[in-house]
Nanobody
Framework: QVQLMESGGGLVQPGGSLRLSCVVSGSSASIQGMGWDRQAPGKERELVAGISRAGSTRYADSVKGRFTISRDNAKNTVYLQMNSLKPEDTDVYYC????????????WGQGNQVTVSS
């Protein structure tokens, strides 16, 4: 059983910063990628940033240059540093982990609200 525990969301003013963290616990040794999706009400979920076990990263065009994803494999933790936040970054952010190399499964956290507003 794989579980994801997120933290770090909240309310921030435009131009501010937040850091999201996600700890993966359980049978996570075969997890390949980790990252963050986000979803606003009425919209489809979109990839924000992802990072492979080897450390290669990818970002949505809308966050390139502002967000940085990193991971600590020893702690099974992925981080998303969000700088220069904009009101349009307001969303629920979901940590994901997967695929599991043994089962092919993907896993998501419970979601973390990020609100950018003055």
């Amino acid at each position: 059983q794989v579980q994801l525990m997120e933290s770090g969301g909240g309310l921030v003013q435009p131009g501010g910063s937040l850091r999201l963290s996600c700890v993966v616990s359980g049978s996570s040794a075969s997890i390949q990628g980790m990252g963050w999706d986000r979803q606003a009400p009425g919209k489809e979920r979109e990839l924000v940033a992802g990072i492979s076990r080897a450390g290669s990263t990818r970002y949505a065009d809308s966050v390139k240059g502002r967000f940085t994803i990193s991971r600590d494999n020893a702690k099974n933790t992925v981080y998303l540093q969000m700088n220069s936040l904009k009101p349009e970054d307001t969303d629920v952010y979901y940590c994901y982990a997967g695929p599991n190399a043994k089962t092919g499964s993907n896993y998501w956290g419970q979601g973390n609200q990020v609100t950018v507003s003055s």
